[in-house]
């Protein structure tokens, strides 16, 4: 664990590098900032470089998807799932390898059984990361929330907790148990780790180019199920996403937009949705 004393923290910002990637975005005579986060990380990860704070210290209001230290979006993650539907998703055959997984990571039955039937299946998928020393609270989002709230500027969520459950969750009932069965083929062919480890790898040395291939090796888009999967997690939420930083500008803010860097990338992605919006759009993080 990092040592997040006053003392601890700060030593750590100081020895932070940039990781992920970065844009400034320019429109009215003013300037704010896309930063593509990642969901979960190493320890040293979740203090932001010199140059994502420079852009931060630069902005004036910090805009992600779901600030995750409010506690109405806190409750929204904790209320109880629909059980019916999820037994219907979840038929013995899905619920033994389901448990069988979730014994190999530790985790208690009951625990998964508050969460939708995908949601049990990516949280297993997500732990599995932790074979490579990446876990989900040392993200970045929860970090920039509170270093936002630290130095006084204001935190706004793009997204309702019910839209972004939503897209997690979504699906009719017979994608969902396809979801679940790819997730559940990758953790016991060990492929989970190995794939959440590639991705954060290529975002903690910025490699931009990576990302910008993920649709051709993440295996994420062999079925159509896949594919209605990815679409309405990165495709279908990025125009919102833009609208509602592209209003925060026009108010005459200066914005730091931090999500998902996956929402960052292709022709359906954050930065060319802002230069459709009349955004000049330029590469910070990795340098052109």
């Not at 409750?75 to 190999?104: G, H």
């Not at 985790?107 to 020393?133: F, H, I, K, N, Y």
């Not at 876990?135 to 839209?163: D, I, N």
Request: charged residues 25%; hydrophobic residues 45%; contains cysteine.
């Amino acid at each position: 664990m990092p040592d997040l004393s006053r003392d601890g923290l700060a030593a750590a910002m100081q020895r932070a590098v940039d990781r992920g990637i970065l844009w400034r975005i320019d429109k009215d005579g003013h300037s704010s900032w896309l930063y593509g986060t990642l969901h979960l990380g190493e320890a040293d990860w979740m203090f932001p470089g010199p140059t994502v704070r420079r852009a931060m210290a630069e902005s004036d209001t910090v805009a992600l998807e779901l600030d995750p230290l409010d506690p109405a979006t806190q409750a929204a993650f904790a209320a109880p799932i629909d059980e019916a539907a999820a037994a219907r998703v979840l038929t013995p055959e899905r619920r033994r390898r389901l448990d069988r997984q979730a014994a190999r990571a530790c985790v208690p039955e009951a625990t998964l059984a508050r969460m939708p039937p995908v949601l049990q299946a990516t949280t297993l998928a997500l732990l599995s990361a932790r074979t490579d020393g990446l876990y989900a609270q040392f993200g970045s989002e929860a970090f920039l929330s509170g270093l936002a709230r630290g130095r006084g500027k204001p935190v706004v969520a793009l997204e309702t907790a019910a839209a972004q459950w939503k897209a997690l969750t979504g699906g009719s009932e017979a994608d969902q148990g396809e979801q679940v069965d790819a997730a559940l083929d990758e953790l016991e062919a060990g492929q989970s780790a190995t794939k959440t480890s590639e991705l954060a790898q290529a975002w903690a040395h910025s490699d931009g180019s990576k990302l910008d291939r993920y649709a051709q090796w993440c295996g994420c888009m062999d079925t159509a199920a896949d594919r209605r999967m990815l679409r309405r997690l990165l495709d279908d939420r990025n125009p919102h996403l833009a609208d509602g930083i592209a209003r925060l500008h026009a108010e005459g803010q200066r914005v730091f937009g931090a999500v998902g860097a996956l929402h960052m990338i292709g022709p359906l992605g954050l930065p060319a949705l802002m230069a459709a919006r009349g955004f000049r759009v330029t590469r910070m993080l990795p340098l052109p």
